[in-house]
Nanobody
Framework: QVQLVESGGGLVQAGGSLRLFCAAS????????MGWFRQAPGKEREFVAA???????DYEDTVKGRFRISRDNGKNMVYLQMNSLKPGDTAVYYC?????????????????WGQGTQVTVSS
């Protein structure tokens, strides 16, 4: 059974930074793509960033250059460094593990999800 636990969310002013953490269980963590998604009130859950088993990354256009995804396979951890935060980044952020190795955007490609962590950016 794979479990994902997010942490690091909180309230921050516009222009500030936060770092999200995702702790994953499972001995084969390093073999799979990991992703971050977010869901704002009244909106669909959307792709934010993904990192492949080998470290290749992909970002949604509005976060490119501001957010950075990384992973530590030895610690079964995934991180999302978020800089220059905007009120539009306010959402619940979810960590997810995919079924394959390579970066992917569709939610349907991700099999396991965490419970989410709230990020609120005030103006």
């Amino acid at each position: 059974q794979v479990q994902l636990v997010e942490s690091g969310g909180g309230l921050v002013q516009a222009g500030g930074s936060l770092r999200l953490f995702c702790a994953a269980s499972g001995r084969t963590f390093g073999a799979y793509v990991m992703g971050w998604f977010r869901q704002a009130p009244g909106k669909e859950r959307e792709f934010v960033a993904a990192i492949s088993w080998s470290g290749a990354t992909d970002y949604e256009d509005t976060v490119k250059g501001r957010f950075r995804i990384s992973r530590d396979n030895g610690k079964n951890m995934v991180y999302l460094q978020m800089n220059s935060l905007k009120p539009g980044d306010t959402a619940v952020y979810y960590c997810a593990r995919g079924g394959g190795q390579f970066v992917s955007r569709p939610k349907s490609d991700y099999l396991y999800w965490g419970q989410g962590t709230q990020v609120t950016v005030s103006s």
